[in-house]
């Protein structure tokens, strides 16, 4: 995805799958122009001209792979537009991103909740980073809810969904959730596995979309859970 | 160290870290994704030393549990070809080129390893994966639930059993002492409860080298080795730590045992380490289950927040609790006989007994063993228990020639456990120790009767009843 973000033959499915992956990721980059101090508005237009400067001028046709992660060149690249004064003027002037990218209420009431969630956070590449892991793990969500979803167990889902994504509470044991679900204990065992195993793949999937090599989705995650761990 | 945490924020139950807008734990969740490497491996290559992983029938592989850094599976090991609980931990990327993280896993795992005591899950072997990915250590396979699980299921236990739990879990203390083992994480979820009603304490002395081997991305609080709920003040500040931090965490344990609570619950780390320091334990919900005052007054001194107030050793920490046990026993009428039979001689009885209660030859030889010897001594070392053992022996008569039925399995293997207990100890205790009324332990008369005292009310009401 990322390499077709950064492909030179065919611009326009580039462009796409950029913006596809900015719509992805609006959350992250709301919050930190949100970080920098801006009203909710101010940080809304922002974003959306953002990526309106990213696509119109083609910044995309300039990341380098050698040079580093999607969520690199990206802050990089917001950090630069927010340092150039005249272009917010202009484009806050006018009115925002002219809404290429449809921002829906309940997008920005999320990220709004999500730079809330994080507004502890020590600097505003954390905050980003933060805001990027959120994203990550909740499109991998998706997808696995999706899924089971669509194969009719969506109760199942939610009954194992906290074998993955954690709680305040602790998980019940198999023994008695198999006893509430009416399933042999070995079988709960095995979906408890198999839901862990498709969740790491759609999480890995996503990843795999912003950077090149399956070493990379490695050195990503550590990199974010180093984010998340430590000060 | 670790992040400092923004206030209101819930933590993680499994790994201490912050929980987001949703609920969810971001740290788990990316974690998940980096499994791959036990995922990606061929089913049957996923083996550590002389362990195999077990499949289910789908070729998944047979979980046990799971943790923040570990995964539990249930293998075979190949060698013994006994199966076993198989915990394999996952070491980061950036800590596998570190010599240093995997010594301090095998050095904690070695120390570990050498603590055998019959309350005490052992650990048969440990040892890391050649290509440092791995870290792993086999133990004992303890069938039974946890006293989380127990206590989720059945609600808070009554005074005398979690006393009973707590006493055998300071028996695995006092050995661990010996060894300088401290276990750093005991918990309800790291506390075995077998079918045979034993204790069997697990990790024990492996919470730090778990961690170790996590290196310090998985820390789940910076240096802080744990989990919030149950762990001692003082684990959450940089000193060292030693046996009185695991009895504050086994006094978290018994209150929760006894409430289904924890006695300082917070939704942050930071509230958690407050609460515990600052706050005054909550009595009143001791009081709502009518735990007996003179636990109360124990409780508070295992859960002083200053270490020098608690038990100073688990040795003077057993003391107390047998000195509980004496006062509980008295008051509920229990006459209280010296301790000196090893309860795990009633385990043995109990093993024997599901062996030939439930076929006809085997109850007969028994109740015949039982009546002679019944009928050769005298009663009087007996004392209270000797209108028991009579039932019983009516009870099995009965039951043998058909007259009386009623009786439910687990009854019955319990009655046919104490015959053989209580009149034959002489096979069974190999330090010839005499009878049950003269020395004998107090659990597990307390045991036997819980278990049975209902059975035999109903059989002496059925022969008196008018036929």
């Known amino acids: ?22 719509q992805a990721y609006w959350a992250p980059l709301y919050s930190f122009v949100r970080g920098r101090g801006y009203s909710v508005h101010d940080a809304q237009d922002l974003t959306q001209s953002f990526f309106a400067y990213l696509l119109e001028r083609k910044v995309y046709a300039r990341a380098d792979r050698q040079k580093g992660k999607f969520r690199t060149f990206l802050l990089a690249s917001l950090k630069n537009f927010l340092a150039d004064a005249a272009d917010r003027e202009r484009t806050l002037k006018r009115g925002g991103g002219q809404n290429f990218l449809p921002l829906h209420e309940e997008q920005a009431e999320e990220a709004e909740s999500l730079f809330q969630t994080h507004s502890g956070a020590s600097n505003g590449d954390r905050l980003f980073d933060l805001g990027w892991a959120e994203a990550l793990v909740a499109a991998g969500l998706e997808r696995l809810s999706a899924d089971y979803k669509a194969g009719g ?25 198999a006893d509430r679900l009416e399933m042999a204990a070995s079988t709960l065992r095995s979906h408890v596995t198999r839901l ?24 990503e995650l550590h990199e974010l859970l180093h984010v998340l761990t430590s000060a | ?20 807008a949703k609920g969810d734990c971001l740290a788990c969740l990316l974690r998940t994704g980096l499994d791959k490497t036990i995922a990606e491996i061929p089913p049957s290559a996923l083996a550590f030393g002389d362990f195999e992983v077990e499949q289910d029938a789908d070729g998944s592989f047979c979980e046990l549990g799971h943790g923040a850094i570990g995964v539990t599976y249930l293998a075979h090991d190949k060698v013994l070809r006994r199966k076993v609980a198989l915990k394999v931990i996952e070491v980061p990327a950036a800590a596998r080129s570190s010599p240093a993280v995997r010594e301090r896993f095998l050095r904690g795992a070695r120390a570990a390893a050498a603590l055998r005591h019959p309350n005490v899950a052992g650990i048969f072997q440990f040892g890391a994966s050649p290509d440092g990915t791995h870290c792993y250590y086999a133990m004992e396979l303890v069938e039974g639930e946890t006293l989380g699980a127990r206590v989720r299921r059945d609600g808070p236990l009554d005074a005398k059993e979690a006393l009973e ?65 149950f762990a001692s003040p003082e684990q959450f500040g940089t000193d060292p730590v030693d046996e009185r931090s695991d009895i504050y965490s086994l006094g978290a344990t018994l209150w929760f045992a006894l409430t289904g609570l924890v006695p300082h619950f917070g939704k942050t780390f930071e509230q958690i380490r407050d609460r515990k320091t600052r706050d005054d334990l909550p009595v009143v919900q001791l009081a709502a289950r009518k735990v007996p005052g003179t636990l109360v007054k124990l409780l508070r001194s295992m859960l002083a927040i200053d270490p020098g107030k608690r038990p100073a050793s688990a040795h003077e920490l ?9 006062k509980l026993t008295r008051r509920i009428g229990v006459p209280y006989l010296k301790p000196g039979v090893r309860s795990d001689a009633f385990a043995r009885a109990l093993t024997d007994a599901k062996a030939c209660a439930f076929n006809p030859e085997g109850l007969q030889e028994v109740f015949d063993k039982a009546a002679r010897k019944a009928a050769a001594v005298s ?7 000797w209108a028991y053992l009579q039932t019983m022996l009516r009870l099995v008569r009965a039951y043998n020639r058909g007259e009386y039925r009623q009786v439910s399995d687990d009854a019955l293997v319990w009655i046919i456990a104490a015959l053989n207990y209580l009149v034959d100890p002489f096979d069974m205790i190999p330090d010839k120790t005499p009878f049950l009324g003269l020395v004998d332990d107090a659990n597990v008369v307390e045991l036997v009767m819980d278990k049975t005292r209902r059975t035999l009310d109903d059989f002496m009401t059925w022969e008196t009843a008018p036929r």
Do not use: W
């Open chain 1, 1 to 22: 995805m990322l390499a077709a973000g950064r492909s030179q033959t065919e611009p326009d499915i580039a462009g796409a799958a950029l913006a596809e992956l900015c």
């Open chain 1, 153 to 177: 167990k969506e109760l199942l889902f939610n009954e194992l969904r906290i074998f993955v994504a954690g709680g305040a509470n602790p998980p019940p044991t198999y023994a008695e959730l």
């Open chain 1, 196 to 219: 862990r195993t498709r969740y790491r793949e759609a999480l890995r999937a996503e990843v795999r979309r912003t950077v090149d090599t399956e070493t990379e989705v490695d050195e």
């Open chain 2, 1 to 20: 160290m670790g992040t400092p945490l923004e206030s209101g924020v819930a933590v993680c139950s499994g790994c201490g870290e912050p929980l987001n």
């Open chain 2, 165 to 229: 739990i707590a006493i055998q879990t300071t028996r695995a203390l006092t050995a661990a002492a010996a060894h300088d083992l401290i276990h750093r994480d005991l918990k309800p979820g790291n506390i075995m409860l077998t079918t045979e009603s034993e204790v069997k304490v697990i990790d024990f002395g492996l919470a730090k080298a778990i961690t170790d081997a996590g290196g310090e991305m998985d820390l789940t609080q910076g240096e802080f080795v744990g989990t919030p709920n």
């Open chain 2, 318 to 326: 057993m003391e107390a609790l047998e000195s509980c046990r004496r």
């Open chain 2, 379 to 385: 009663r009087k070392p007996f004392k209270e228990n």
